[in-house]
């Protein structure tokens, strides 16, 4: 019997060995991660030539000096609202601590949340 290790077993020991075959990408899904890829690269290009080549975190301010697209935050989630996920008002680059904070804390004791709350407002209403 193999490792158990939260939602399943470790890699190499599962009961049976077996494999799981590698699910093909549509079309269509690999125009929606295109997108998604160029939203990400679009959003910390705009921060760091805004910042003169530094990559900012909006919230305390520090250099992240290994962007990448999980330090974009969105605004208004893509499960609430899809239409809204890769309009460029829609995100904050946080370093990786306040984007957590951004996610599960407490959001109000965070200097960009009145900025945000009024993003939020204005991107409701264009739609």
Same mark, same amino acid.
Do not use: F
């Given at each position: 019997? #193999?490792?158990?290790?939260?939602?399943?077993?470790?890699?190499?020991?599962?009961?049976d060995?077996?494999?799981?075959?590698?699910?093909?990408?549509?079309?269509?899904?690999?125009?929606?991660?295109?997108?998604?890829?160029?939203?990400?690269?679009?959003?910390?290009?705009?921060?760091i030539?805004?910042?003169?080549?530094?990559?900012?975190? *909006?919230?305390?301010?520090?250099?992240? /000096?290994?962007?990448?697209?999980?330090n974009?935050?969105?605004i208004?989630?893509?499960?609430?609202?899809?239409? /809204?996920?890769?309009?460029? /008002?829609?995100?904050?680059? /946080?370093?990786?601590?306040?984007?957590?904070?951004?996610?599960? #804390?407490?959001?109000?004791?965070?200097?960009?949340? *009145?900025e945000?709350?009024n993003?939020? *407002?204005?991107?409701l209403?264009?739609?």
């Amino acid at each position: 019997m #193999g490792y158990y290790w939260k939602s399943g077993y470790l890699k190499g020991h599962h009961p049976d060995d077996t494999k799981k075959p590698i699910k093909k990408v549509s079309e269509k899904g690999k125009v929606k991660m295109k997108e998604s890829n160029n939203y990400y690269r679009m959003a910390i290009g705009i921060n760091i030539v805004k910042n003169k080549g530094k990559c900012i975190c *909006e919230e305390c301010g520090e250099e992240i /000096l290994y962007p990448v697209g999980a330090n974009v935050s969105h605004i208004i989630s893509k499960g609430a609202n899809p239409a /809204l996920y890769t309009n460029m /008002l829609n995100h904050k680059i /946080l370093c990786v601590k306040h984007h957590q904070m951004w996610e599960t #804390g407490d959001r109000k004791s965070m200097k960009i949340y *009145e900025e945000c709350i009024n993003i939020k *407002e204005q991107l409701l209403k264009q739609q």
